[in-house]
């Protein structure tokens, strides 16, 4: 399981990334509450029938409210939450909540849309089932980009779309084999990401190697030879 899924800030301040500032902040001072009496705070969110128990501490609900402080991070850790945003959303919630992952899906299939599609991303990486969220990854990225940011932003949408892709792109790449990614992608310019992600650290350490063999230069013929 990846740990931008299992420690994303929004999981941890048991909210969508789709929920207002005044659910954060409820929440937020619910688990104050329960932390000042040393009591275990959960949420319908922390689901855990499929993820580990949620840690929660005074410096790790700091850090979730400091995370999500800028756009930028928002939209990150939005890309690998779920989100609320119609009543297909919120009955697949439910039955996720329950244990019922296969039913959860087979809800957001019904209609598709930016949250639907959000939302079985994070269950096909839930299932570490990687084909299924990159098909529905590229779905969502081709065909509804501009409503998904504004889904998450509102009018604060100003990331780019390359950016948005490649972030995603990046934190897949490590968290999966790069070969098996490339393999479950139809996107040209997505497999070609990946690729120059395989690629071009190979490159600079090749040019790095080239360098230090010049470097030698002057040297003994044991050094130039090994180097």
Request: aromatic share 8%.
């Amino acid at each position: 399981m990846i740990d931008i899924l299992l420690n994303n800030p929004y999981r941890i301040l048991g909210v969508y990334s789709t929920s207002s500032q005044r659910d954060i902040v409820a929440n937020q001072a619910k688990m104050k509450a329960f932390l000042k009496v040393g009591k275990d705070v959960s949420f319908e969110l922390d689901l855990p029938h499929f993820l580990p128990v949620v840690e929660r501490n005074v410096e790790i609900i700091a850090k979730a409210i400091a995370d999500l402080s800028l756009a930028n991070e928002q939209i990150k850790y939005a890309q690998f939450w779920f989100a609320n945003k119609t009543q297909f959303d919120e009955i697949a919630i439910g039955k996720l909540a329950d244990g019922d992952i296969n039913a959860a899906i087979d809800i957001l299939k019904k209609k598709e849309n930016p949250s639907s599609l959000q939302n079985l991303i994070v269950c096909g990486l839930i299932q570490n089932n990687l084909s299924d969220a990159l098909c529905y990854a590229e779905k969502l990225y081709t065909s509804y980009l501009e409503d998904f940011l504004h889904m998450i932003l509102g009018d604060n949408a100003t990331v780019s779309s390359v950016h948005l892709v490649n972030a995603f792109l990046d934190t897949i790449c490590a968290n999966f084999q790069s070969e098996d990614i490339i393999s479950c992608l139809t996107i040209p310019d997505w497999k070609g990401y990946v690729r120059d992600r395989i690629i071009n650290p190979v490159l600079d350490n090749i040019s790095s190697a080239i360098e230090r063999s010049k470097s030698t230069k002057g040297q003994s013929p044991d050094d130039r030879y090994a180097a």
